[in-house]
């Protein structure tokens, strides 16, 4: 199985476990899957049979919410604190017993993929963020593994840290996909790429491995369900180990890839989004 995919048919949406000849209809949502133990979830889903089913893409989510860990590499908090007029705060933080955990996006906002993701108006500095998606059932127990792209205005974020929402939640700031892998079919560490494209050329590629992540999947779970229940199960971002060099900024029209080993490959156009309050500075 290549995971589950949620596809627009010519009979509805469909959630289906993705095999060579097309998806095999799961007979039910993620958030019913989400909403089961573990075990009885991979029951379900090994029982799955029918018809293959094929479609259009869309978002690998239905009802969870996309939350995100920041400075989970020495990487990102480098460069956190290079941008940042407040650098000793990525600096504690990295090291601190609590992840830094923030929201992103609502499932409905979530961008599929081949569509476009967004760049602000009033942004001079953007950067996509490759990252490991961790969906958690309800339970908070790590059900399986999705592809993100956590876009980023680096300006924004850098002239103070109490602006970070708006440099992470915006229009078209969240990509997912193209599918959802379970836990019990991937073992990590993983890989991860980076390449963008600008007129069919490459400016930019990178990699990291999630082996250098600081902080457990399991203990950024426990930290995103603290205080918090998620009926529906929730996916984590957690965080990137991959930036573009300092003056490096995304245009639109550009083209992002998010490849990770085992999981799968994420490919968006970009686009600007938003107007520019500043007077049009951009």
């Not at 989400?34 to 009802?63: F, K, W, Y």
């Not at 504690?92 to 967004?118: C, L, M, Q």
């Not at 996909?177 to 980076?194: M, N, S, Y």
């Amino acid at each position: 199985m290549a995971g589950l995919v949620r596809l627009a048919t010519e009979h509805g949406i469909v959630w289906a476990a993705l095999h060579e000849d097309g998806g095999v209809p799961l007979g039910a949502t993620l958030a019913e899957l989400l909403a089961l133990p573990l075990a009885t979830a991979r029951a379900r889903i090994d029982a799955a049979s029918g018809d293959p089913v094929q479609g259009h893409l869309l978002a690998p989510v239905d009802a969870q919410e996309v939350w995100a860990a920041g400075v989970t590499y020495e990487r990102s908090r480098d460069e956190r604190m290079a941008e940042s007029t407040e650098a000793s705060i990525y600096d504690r933080v990295y090291v601190a017993e609590r992840p830094e955990v923030f929201f992103k996006s609502t499932a409905g906002r979530v961008i599929a993929p081949g569509e476009p993701v967004g760049i602000r108006a009033d942004s001079d500095w953007d950067v996509p963020e490759p990252e490991l998606g961790l969906v958690f059932n309800s339970a908070g127990e790590l059900f399986g593994f999705v592809p993100g792209n956590d876009m980023s205005s680096r300006s924004i974020e850098g002239e103070n840290p109490l602006y970070l929402p708006q440099a992470k939640v915006y229009e078209a700031a969240c990509a997912l996909g193209p599918a959802i892998v379970p836990v019990w079919e991937a073992t990590g560490p993983f890989g991860i790429g980076l390449t963008i494209s600008r007129n069919d050329e490459v400016v930019f590629e990178g990699s990291t491995s999630t082996a250098t992540i600081t902080r457990e999947f399991a203990d950024l779970g426990a930290w995103l369900f603290a205080a918090m229940p998620f009926p529906a199960g929730a996916v984590l971002l957690t965080g990137t180990g991959i930036v573009p060099e300092e003056g490096f900024t995304l245009a639109a029209e550009d083209v992002v890839t998010v490849a990770i080993e085992q999981i799968g490959t994420l490919i968006n156009p970009v686009r600007v989004v938003g107007r520019d309050l500043r007077g049009g500075s951009r």
